[in-house]
């Protein structure tokens, strides 16, 4: 069963930087698919930030491009997420997810809700 | 761009639900639906516009228009499991977008 776990802190603080890391159990990174983080301001709608392929290859929404870093350690089996500078506007449940090919997200973690205040 | 239509809908249990989809462009069918209920993450239903991701209950079903822009996620009978919000995913391009959501309630 494939299983999907976001990790980091719940609180940053204005111009710091987001750190979340998803860590994957029951499949290897390595063998394949596209792993993505989508995120949800609270109350609102679902937005893609990103996704990477196990080789390194990786994909930015154009609105978050010039602040995102994704990143995969497939020694480690997971892949992370950095965003800075923060401010408020990315206040939000960060999700991370696999995606099928061709296809939707078919697995994701139960999100990790990180709030920017100072 | 994905439009999703009604923002919000309201049915009884045993109704037929349809939510619409349209996207800005022609997608061809790489079109996800999704499920997701208060607080959880969202569940994939449909992918390629019309086949149904395993384990999904058969009274899900989905289809696209020839040209590629149109598309609707039906519900045949609709069952108290099934509140929540439905999202459309379009996976033809880059960026991936979703649509704005259509929540469902019960009556």
Redesign the interface.
């Given at each position: 069963q494939v299983q999907l776990q976001e990790s980091g802190p719940g609180l940053v603080k204005p111009s710091e930087t987001l750190s979340l890391t998803c860590v994957v159990s029951g499949y290897s990174i390595s063998s394949g698919y596209y792993w993505?983080w989508i995120r949800q301001p609270p109350g609102q709608?679902?937005?893609?930030i990103g996704?990477i392929y196990h080789s390194g290859t990786t994909?930015?929404?154009?609105?978050l491009k010039s602040r995102v870093t994704i990143s995969v350690d497939t020694a480690k089996n997971h892949f992370s997420l950095s965003l800075s500078p923060v401010t408020a506007a990315d206040t939000a449940t960060y999700?991370c997810?696999r995606?099928?090919f061709?296809?939707?997200?078919?697995y994701?973690?139960?999100?990790a809700l990180v709030t920017v205040s100072s | 761009q994905m439009t999703q239509s009604p923002s919000t809908l309201s049915a009884s249990v045993g109704d037929r639900v349809t939510i619409t989809c349209r996207a800005s462009q022609s997608i061809s069918t790489w079109l996800a639906w999704y499920q997701q209920r208060p607080g959880k993450a969202p569940d994939l239903l449909i992918y390629e516009a019309s086949t149904l991701h395993s384990g999904v209950p058969s009274r899900f079903s989905a289809s696209g228009s020839g040209s590629g822009t149109q598309f609707t996620l039906t519900i045949s009978s609709l069952q108290p499991d099934d509140f929540g919000t439905y999202y459309c995913q379009q996976y033809h391009l880059y960026p991936l977008t979703f649509g704005g959501g259509t929540r469902v309630e019960i009556k």
């Open positions: 993505g709608g679902l937005e893609w996704s994909y930015y929404s154009p609105s999700f997810a995606r099928r061709p296809g939707g997200f078919d994701w973690g139960q999100g | -």
